[in-house]
Nanobody, 119 residues
Framework: QVHLVESGGGLVQPGGSLRLSCAAS????????MTWYRQAPGKVREWVAV???????????NYRDSVKGRFTISRDNASNTVYLQMNSLKPEDTAVYYC?????????WGQGTQVTVSS
């Protein structure tokens, strides 16, 4: 059973930064793209950033428009971890952030980590 565990969330002031981590296990991490999603209260879950298996820029990484230039997704294949560095945070970034992977057996999610941007 695929296992994803997010960490790194918290309360931060507008303009601040956080680094989220997602530790993955029980599947061949290097073979699959990893995606970060978020869900704000009362809203649908939306994708934030995706990184393919090679972790390269250009076609290997993509961001939703609202986070481009502020968020950076990366992966460490040696430790089976995907990261989301979030800078210049805004109140509208407040949400529960989830890690996601699609493997042949299905689609899997972590438990989520809360990010709150507020003064």
């Amino acid at each position: 059973q695929v296992h994803l565990v997010e960490s790194g969330g918290g309360l931060v002031q507008p303009g601040g930064s956080l680094r989220l981590s997602c530790a993955a296990s029980r599947f061949t991490f290097t073979n699959y793209a990893m995606t970060w999603y978020r869900q704000a209260p009362g809203k649908v879950r939306e994708w934030v950033a995706v990184i393919t298996t090679d972790g390269l820029g250009g076609g290997g990484i993509n961001y939703r428009d609202s986070v481009k230039g502020r968020f950076t997704i990366s992966r460490d294949n040696a430790s089976n971890t995907v990261y989301l560095q979030m800078n210049s945070l805004k109140p509208e970034d407040t949400a529960v952030y989830y890690c996601n992977v699609r493997v042949p057996q299905g689609e899997y999610w972590g438990q989520g980590t809360q990010v709150t941007v507020s003064s």
